[in-house]
T-cell receptor
Framework: GQNIDQPTEMTATEGAIVQINCTYQTSGFNGLFWYQQHAGEAPTFLSYNVLDGLEEKGRFSSFLSRSKGYSYLLLKELQMKDSASYLCAVKDSNYQLIWGAGTKLIIKP | NAGVTQTPKFRILKIGQSMTLQCTQDMNHNYMYWYRQDPGMGLKLIYYSVGAGITDKGEVPNGYNVSRSTTEDFPLRLELAAPSQTSVYFC????????????FGDGTRLSIL
């Protein structure tokens, strides 16, 4: 079967750095997405990786290793507004997104 | 820009009732999707469409139906509501199968009592 694993919850301090990991086992691979979802709101797009390596976008970076079935999202200079769930999703061989359950990130002052 | 618009935002149904969740997008996207999100779970694909007149089942289609008569609209129909269908429903759209992200509506929070 297809499976995406992320930690359920993480806690970090304002101003610090946090890394959210995602491992996947899917039938085929056509890219990996990270989305942010604030409580009671819709997911919003953060990043996309299809080749191995690091993609940087401001305070957020995302890394992919296809051979290891592994990605991480790196958040720097954490702000209180970064408190949200972070969803990892993989596009499989049918070009459908398979979603992880999400990682709830709690930022403390 | 409106993007993806879903109505209603909230609804309470009795067991056995039926209803239609509306979704419309103004970005001229070919691909549209319906997901449900249960607490602590990932998004589950219910149905999707790759263009007007073309729909296909996702991972959890039982109890639902869809239609796609125009590029803009992709309604989701619940025929006989059951408590297991209590969830948050999201509609999304995108314009390619590749690296373009899916854009989401604000969701419909549905309770079946």
């Amino acid at each position: 079967g297809q499976n995406i694993d992320q930690p359920t919850e993480m806690t970090a301090t304002e101003g610090a750095i946090v890394q959210i990991n995602c491992t996947y086992q899917t039938s085929g691979f056509n890219g990996l997405f990270w989305y942010q979802q604030h409580a009671g709101e819709a997911p919003t797009f953060l990043s996309y990786n299809v080749l191995d390596g690091l993609e940087e976008k401001g305070r957020f970076s995302s890394f992919l290793s296809r051979s290891k079935g592994y990605s991480y999202l790196l958040l720097k200079e954490l702000q209180m507004k970064d408190s949200a769930s972070y969803l990892c999703a993989v596009k499989d061989s049918n070009y459908q997104l398979i979603w992880g359950a999400g990682t709830k990130l709690i930022i403390k002052p | 820009n409106a993007g993806v618009t879903q109505t209603p935002k909230f609804r309470i149904l009795k067991i056995g009732q039926s209803m239609t969740l509306q979704c419309t997008q103004d970005m001229n996207h070919n691909y549209m999707y319906w997901y449900r999100q249960d607490p602590g779970m990932g998004l589950k694909l219910i149905y999707y469409s790759v263009g007007a007149g073309i729909t296909d089942k996702g991972e959890v289609p039982n109890g639902y139906n869809v239609s796609r008569s125009t590029t803009e609209d992709f309604p989701l129909r619940l025929e006989l509501a059951a408590p297991s269908q209590t969830s948050v429903y999201f509609c999304a759209s995108t314009n390619t199968e590749g690296g373009q992200p899916q854009h989401f509506g604000d969701g419909t929070r549905l309770s079946i009592l």
